[in-house]
């Protein structure tokens, strides 16, 4: 089959579909299986809220340490592929170092409703913070920001468009269009043949005012480092901190710093002075 060929061939198939549909990769599920081995159920609820007409499920998981100060409220903003429950290990091990934590489905992925897209999932991180302010009562300036991967640029938009939480986390970014092209697209083709959301962090990144963590790993093949976390952490205003672990891939953070080490590095960034 020629080059030729091949081109006709993706654009009949874009023609159906766009990058926000294959970046964007929804988990639907009918129920969620939560594992109560670290977080017992009495410190965890289910919650909903309205996103676009579209209700939305979530899980609110409130700290072991009921009487800590100060108290930070972790929003936790998921990857691509899996819903909630798929992140749940990282959500843990905020609860074990002291943060309350707000995760969500976007919708599309796990119970929610609707259909998954970039703007969708901005509208979806806003009506998340708002849950959290109306709902839960937490204060605004407590807020922690924490995006993995295409959730990095939920919690960019909100750190950027929406409120200026105590501190951002954002764990192998993406910087723009073109990394995830390289990896989905089966040809060379520039991200606008088939875009139709802005998967460009970097308008937010630099609007950021909060302290900014960027983990991000050597061998990360889906966003690479150096055209990825590198490009994000670079566009950054001070203040801000890199960790960068040579031989951790894009889903594999935890296996380099280990979950003590994870916590430490969470309590450490966000427990520090402005």
Same mark, same amino acid.
């Given at each position: ?6 081109? *006709? ?35 965890r609820q ?5 996103? $676009? ?54 919708? $599309?992925?796990? &119970? ?13 991180a806003a009506a998340a913070?708002?849950? &959290?302010?109306?709902? *839960? ?10 995006? /993995?991967?295409?959730?990095?640029? &939920? ?6 468009? /929406? ?20 990896? !989905? ?9 088939? !875009? ?16 900014? *963590? ?50 430490? *590095? &969470?309590?450490?960034? !966000?427990?520090?002075?402005?």
């Open positions: 089959m020629t080059k030729y060929t091949l081109l *006709l061939l993706c654009a009949a198939l874009c023609s159906s579909c766009s990058l926000d549909d294959l970046i964007i990769y929804p988990d639907k599920s009918d129920s969620y299986n939560f594992s109560t081995y670290i977080i017992p159920e009495n410190q289910l919650v909903t809220f309205e996103s $676009g007409g579209n209700t939305l499920y979530g899980a609110y998981i409130k700290t072991r340490y009921a009487n800590d100060n100060p108290r930070f409220t972790i929003l936790y903003c998921h990857g691509r592929e899996r819903d909630m429950t798929g992140y749940w290990f990282e959500v843990e091990l905020h609860y074990l170092a002291g943060f309350d934590v707000l995760t969500y489905d976007y919708r $599309g992925f796990g &119970m929610s409703e609707g259909k998954a897209t970039l703007d969708g999932l901005y509208e979806d913070f708002a849950f &959290m302010i109306d709902s *839960l009562h937490v204060h605004p300036d407590s807020i922690v920001y924490h995006g /993995v991967s295409l959730g990095t640029g &939920m919690a960019a938009y909100l750190a950027s468009e /929406v409120h200026s939480p105590y501190r951002i986390v954002l764990e192998t970014p993406y910087a723009n269009a073109e990394g995830w092209a390289d990896v !989905i697209m089966p040809l060379n083709l520039p991200p606008s043949f088939v !875009i139709d959301g802005n998967f460009n962090n970097l308008p937010f990144v630099r609007n950021f005012t909060a302290p900014l *963590l960027v983990i991000h790993g050597g061998r990360d093949q889906v966003l690479p480092f150096e055209h990825h976390g590198q490009v994000v952490y670079n566009a950054a205003p001070e203040p801000k901190e890199l960790v960068y672990l040579p031989e951790a891939g894009h889903t594999d953070i935890l296996v380099h710093t280990g979950d003590a080490g994870y916590q430490y *590095l &969470m309590r450490n960034f !966000i427990f520090a002075a402005r």
